[in-house]
C-alpha cells in the first residue's frame, strides 16, 4: 500500500518548462487536461525548490495552477505541523512560526488534511518526530522519512490492548471518543478528553525513555480508574484509555477491574514501509495509483490541494485556485489526477481543498514565505495542520544568486515594467547585503534603464536580463505585443460596464486593460487613444476623465491598434438640482426641502437658489409640512383663484391664522421678507400648539431697531430657536427679501423644532 520511489535525476519537469521558456517556446503551445496554456512560468525558490505556476484558458474561463517541486538532498525536509495541541489550528504564518521558534527556516508548504469543521480534529494519521499523534482512521496518508523521502500509502494501523492475557481492540489514537470503540489520549490531543458522556478513564504512566509510535510494544502502569462523564485532563507523562459506557459490555467491564499498580499492554502495528516514517499527515482519497487515474473521484470544479510523487522521487505541492471567475474556475478530482500525471507523478492523494487550499513559498532571497495562490476566502484560512519545508539554513552571508521579478513579463507596445533584482546566498535565502545590479535586454524588443525599467518596444519576444559581478546572470522571458486581440475598460470600483455615472465637474480615472491569446498584457493607460464621445467632459492621455458641469450621456472609447472598448457616461449631480452644489452652504437644507417634498424646483432640475421667495411659496410648504389638511372655508382672498397651484394652502393658512392678507388681497407673488417669514412661522407654532416661550435678545444684533413692530414677538421667538441668525454683515435684515435658499434652510431648522 505504500509507494517509495528514489532516482538521481532531478526537477525534469521544472527544467523542461524553463528551457522551454528560454528558447521562446511559451506555454500557449502547449494543451493540458486543465485546458490550453496561455501563461507560467517555473522559477528557483529559497533552499533550491522549484516554483511553478501556469495559466490556462477552457474556453470560456481560466485556471491557474501553482505548485512547489521538491527533491529529497537531505538540507530540506518536509515536516508536519500542527498547534500546540492537535485540535489547534492556525494559518500558514502562524504554524511557520512555531517551527521558526525551533530554528528552522520555513522555505514553503501546503494545508494538510481534512478536518472536522466543528472542533479541528483531523481525520487521518498525524505523525511527527517519529512519534503517533494521531491514528490513521483508514484514511490514505503522505509520510516523510528522515531524509526526506515521500511515501504515499495507507499505514494500516493494527493496534490491541492486552488486560490480564485477553487482547482488545484499540480504536483510536486522539480521535473524538465515540459511543463504542476504545480510544488512546494523550496530551498531544487537546488539554482535555473532551469527552463528555458517561463513561470509564484508565489513568497510565507512560514509561520514560519509551514513545507511542506506528511500530511500538508499551507495558504501562494503572495509575487510577475513574468514571466520568466530564472530560478528563490530559497531563504529560500519562496516558488515558476512555470508553463510553455504552461501549462493549465485557470492555467495560475488563477496564473496571483495573486497580492502581496493575499493569496492560497496547501494541500498535503499521503497513509495511511505515516503520520508519518521521513525520506524516492523512490524507482523505487516492487521485494517483502506478500512473492511473483512481475511480469515483468527485466531478465538481473546486479549489483543490493536492500531493504527488513523481518517478523520479521528487514531490510535488500541487494546488489550484477556484471560485474566482476571471482568475481561475477551479478543477475536479480527475482533472487533478490528469493534471498531477502528466506533471510526471505515479502517486497522488488529494489534500483538504475548498477555502483552506493555500500555498506558500520563500522567494529566491525573500526574508520570509509569502502567499502564492489566492485562496477563494480572499485570505488563508486557518486549519488544522500542515506539510511545510524546511531547512536548518540561515539567511545572511555572501551574495551567490539573484532573483529577478516579475518572473515573466507580456506587455503591450509601448508600455513599461518595473523588474527587480534581489541577491540570494548559496542556500537561496537573503543575503547580507544586495550587489550593484545591471540589466540589460536580449531581442528587438525593447529598453531598460539602470534602474530596470523596461519600456516595451517592437514585437517579438525576448528576455530581461540581471547581473553582477561575480554571479551568474539571470534572465525572464519577455513577449512584446503591438496589436491585442482585445480591450475591456475597468473603473476603480470594477468592469466599466455598459453605463458608468459621474457627478457633474467630477472626474473618473478609467484603466483600459489589453488582451492577447487571453493573456492580460502589461500596460500603461498611455499606450491607448482616449476619445470622448458627446457633450460630456474631456479625458486625458492617461484615461482621466472630467465630467462637464450639467447632466448629459455619451460615451467614452480607448482603442489600440484596431481593437477598442467603450463605456456609456452619464453626467449627474451629487444632489437634486443642477444648480445647488455640495459646496453651496445651503445644499443640505435644499437637499432636505426637497426631499421631504416641502419644495419642489423652478423647472427640472433648477432650484433656483437666489431667487426670491414669496408668500404662495412659503404658505405652500408649510401646508406640506403639515400633512396637507383639508380647508372648510377655502381662499378668501380677491386675488386667490380656486384653480390655482397654492389655492389650498393659503385658505388652510387664512383659516388657521397662520397668514393675513392687505385690503383683502394675499399677494401671493410678492416678495417675503424675513420678518415676515418669522411671523408666519410664529402664528404656525400657535396653531400647532408648539411652545413658543424662547425669545432670543435682539439687542445683539446691529440692525433690531429696523425690525417692524408687529414683528418684534415673532423675531425674538425666531432668534431664540435658531431659525434666524445673521445675514453675513448684514445683523438679522429684517426687511430684506428672502431668497428660496434662506427659506430653505429657515424650513428645515423649523422642521426640526417641530418634530
Known sequence: MTKTIRSASRYLPALLLILALLFGVTPAACASVLGEAVDGYTTEAGGSLALSRNVFWTGSDFRTENYITYQPDGEVVPVVVYGSKLLNYGDFPSMAALLEKEGYTVLGGINGDFYNTADYQPLGIVISEGELRSSDGGYWAVGFTADGETRIGKPALNMTVEIADQSYPLAAVNKARKASGLTLFTED?????????????????????????????????????????????????????????????????????????????????????????????????????????????????QPRSAVGLQADGSLILYTVDGRQSGHSIGASLPQVAERLIELGCVEAVVMDGGGSTTLNALYLGDGSVSQINSPSDGRQRSV??????????????????????????????????????????????????????????????????????????????????????????????????????????????????????????????????????????????????????????????????????????????????GASASCGVRIVRAGSFDDVTQADWYYQAVEFVAREKLLSGTAEYIFSPQLTMNRAMLVTALHRMAGLPASSSGASFSDVAADTWYTAAVGWAAENRIVTGYNGRFTPLDAVTREQIAVILYQYAQAAGMDISAAGDLSLYPDAADISSWAVEAMRWAVGNGLIGNRGNEGLAPAAAATRAEAALILMRFHALAN
Not at 485532563?233 to 459506557?245: C, F, G, N, P, R
Not at 496493575?262 to 499527515?281: L, N, P, S
Not at 513577449?479 to 476603480?492: A, K, W, Y
Request: charged fraction near 20%.
Open 189 to 301: 490531543h487537546s488539554y482535555t478528553t473532551q469527552a463528555n458522556t458517561p463513561g470509564i478513564n484508565v489513568v497510565l504512566a507512560m514509561p520514560r525513555r519509551e514513545a507511542l509510535t506506528v511500530d511500538c510494544r508499551l507495558k504501562l502502569e494503572v495509575l487510577e480508574v475513574i468514571r466520568s462523564a466530564e472530560p478528563l485532563e490530559l497531563t504529560a507523562d500519562e496516558l488515558v484509555l476512555s470508553l463510553a459506557e455504552t461501549g462493549d459490555p465485557a470492555l467495560f467491564a475488563a477496564l473496571a477491574s483495573l486497580q492502581a499498580g496493575d499493569t496492560i499492554k497496547i501494541d500498535i502495528r503499521c503497513a509495511d514501509g511505515w516503520q520508519d516514517i518521521e513525520y506524516a499527515v492523512g490524507a482523505m482519497r487516492k487521485l494517483v495509483s502506478n500512473g492511473q487515474v483512481e475511480s469515483g473521484l468527485d466531478a465538481s470544479a
Open 384 to 561: 488544522t495542520n500542515y506539510i511545510m519545508l524546511v531547512s536548518k539554513a540561515e539567511s545572511g552571508g555572501a551574495a551567490r544568486k539573484l532573483a529577478l521579478s516579475p518572473f515573466s513579463l507580456h506587455i503591450l507596445s509601448g508600455g513599461s515594467a518595473q523588474f527587480t533584482a534581489q541577491a540570494a546566498n548559496a542556500d537561496g535565502l537573503q543575503a547580507a547585503e544586495q550587489p550593484a545590479v545591471y540589466y540589460s535586454v536580449r531581442g528587438d524588443i525593447g529598453s531598460i534603464d539602470a534602474n530596470g525599467l523596461f519600456t516595451a518596444g517592437n514585437s517579438g519576444s525576448g528576455e530581461v536580463v540581471a547581473g553582477a559581478d561575480g554571479i551568474e546572470p539571470v534572465s525572464v522571458p519577455v513577449t512584446v505585443i503591438s496589436q491585442p486581440d482585445e480591450i475591456l475598460l475597468f473603473t476603480p470600483d470594477g468592469a466599466a460596464g455598459e453605463m458608468v455615472e459621474v457627478p457633474a465637474g467630477g472626474t473618473l480615472d478609467l484603466q483600459a486593460t489589453a488582451y492577447a491569446d487571453h493573456i492580460r498584457l502589461v500596460a500603461d493607460d498611455s499606450c491607448f487613444t482616449w476619445n470622448v464621445l458627446g457633450e460630456i467632459g474631456q479625458i486625458d492621455a492617461n484615461g482621466l476623465f472630467t465630467a462637464g458641469t450639467t447632466r448629459a450621456e455619451g460615451m467614452i472609447a480607448a482603442s489600440a491598434a
